[in-house]
């Protein structure tokens, strides 16, 4: 067993060897710049770049014209928040969105207000869960866009997005969703939802930094994004900037196993990830999950360990490679903001733990992580001395 073991996959995941055995042709051999119409290496590339468009729409039920490269899901979230907002200056300008979204989407939508739009963060339930009534309250026909996560990236909930765009596709509401811990993950399928728009990102599942797409919907009239960069019109005009061919050819593969494998991964997984919590549970006092526990990713677990103070927990736990929540927001003391929106004090939120289970832990890695986490939660409380068994 290798140490430290990680279980922090909401923040990155490694590059799966198979990804990786995809990519590499693609830095030397093949180095070919796709928009090269004249000669071979011009020609492989532009194969390689729609071999990958395949599978990754594939992956979402979607056309592969309707996927837009990018770098990651930040650019994507920035392109479909902003494009959408600017090139419906006059149409509207309310935009409707969770107060747990990722940073991705909060601070563009800050951003948005900044220039005139006006921003509905809609609160969620103690479960993080979007009521659907106060979505449909909170409508108006000024409304141009709602944005709601897929799936958490902290607390692992699952936002009923089906409903919500049969909602929006009624209300003639354009309709995004954040899934970069969704899509690979959890089935998700762009008709079903009545998506127009759909971020993803390769690290989250495990394919190279740097790299995601957006889904676009291929609608007529063409759904008007206004592009965040000018260039050379790439990706339909709506991301110019030569194309990175290795990290697309990475996502495209990283796609196509997720395609594959994720009905009997996402089982695999739920059941460690049940195994670890009983283990828990069942030799701690004073523990609880935040989260709604029936929609929710198999691979995630959020716990609060009252009268534990998670930093402190982390730091004795080197053994594990684990976080109290976003990659993005931890480096701030501040306790998180998705736990704050769940109702939480900050005295629970500070005592809070998220784990993400990955495609490489194994059921002895869980154990071991279990014993770790139950022995180090007790020795802090007999240290401060605080009633906790
Ligand atoms: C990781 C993540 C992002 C950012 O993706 P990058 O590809 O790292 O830019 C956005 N939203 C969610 C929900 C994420 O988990």
């Known amino acids: 067993m290798n140490v430290p073991i990680y279980l922090d996959h909401h923040a990155t995941t490694p590059v799966d060897p198979r990804v990786l055995e995809a990519m590499l042709p693609y830095f030397t051999r093949e180095f070919g710049n796709p928009a090269s119409r004249t000669h071979r290496f011009g020609w492989e590339a532009e194969r390689a770049v729609e071999k990958a ?31 959408t907002a600017w090139a419906s200056r006059g149409r509207g300008n309310h935009i409707v969105t969770l107060p747990t979204e990722h940073k991705a989407v909060l601070d563009t939508c800050h951003r948005l207000e900044s220039e005139g739009f006006r921003v509905t963060h809609l609160p969620v339930g103690q479960d993080g869960l979007l009521d659907l009534d106060r979505l449909h309250a909170a409508l108006t026909p000024e409304t141009i866009l709602v944005s709601v996560m897929a799936a958490h990236n902290e607390i692992g909930v699952l936002q009923p997005i089906a409903e919500i765009g049969r909602l929006c596709r009624e209300r003639c509401v354009r309709f995004h969703t954040d899934a970069a811990q969704a899509a690979g993950k959890i089935p998700i399928d762009v008709q079903a939802a009545s998506l127009d728009l759909l971020s993803l990102s390769g690290h989250k599942i495990y394919g190279p930094k740097g790299v995601g797409a957006l889904y676009v919907r291929d609608a007529s009239p063409p759904l008007a994004l206004t592009p965040l960069a000018d260039g050379g019109g790439h990706e339909r ?10 990290g697309i050819v990475g996502l495209g593969a990283a796609c196509e196993i997720c395609s594959q494998e994720m009905r009997e991964e996402s089982v695999r997984l739920a059941a460690l990830r049940n195994r670890l919590r009983d283990s828990i549970l069942m030799k701690l006092g004073e523990v609880s999950v935040n989260g709604s ?3 929710r990713l198999p691979h995630n677990l959020h716990l609060t360990l009252a009268g534990v103070d998670a930093q402190a927990l982390l730091m004795s736990l080197s053994e594990l490679a684990l976080s109290t929540g976003s990659a993005c927001t931890s480096a701030r003391p501040e ?6 929106a769940l109702g939480l004090p900050d005295d629970q939120a500070d005592a809070s733990l998220r784990i993400g289970l990955g495609r490489f832990n194994t059921e002895e890695e869980i154990d071991y992580a279990a014993e770790r986490i139950v022995e180090a939660v007790t020795n802090l409380r007999a240290l401060s001395a605080a009633p906790f068994r």
């Not at 005009?237 to 290795?246: A, H």
């Not at 306790?335 to 704050?340: A, N, T």
Request: proline letters at 6%; glycine letters at 10%; a positive charge.
């Open 335 to 340: 306790p998180s903001y998705v736990l704050k």
């Open 293 to 295: 526990l029936e929609r």
């Open 237 to 246: 005009g709506f991301r110019s900037g030569t194309l990175n061919v290795p």
């Open 53 to 83: 468009r395949r599978h990754v729409a594939d992956l979402i039920g979607a056309q592969p014209q309707e996927i837009v490269f990018t770098s990651g899901a930040t650019e994507s979230n920035n392109l479909a928040l902003k494009g």
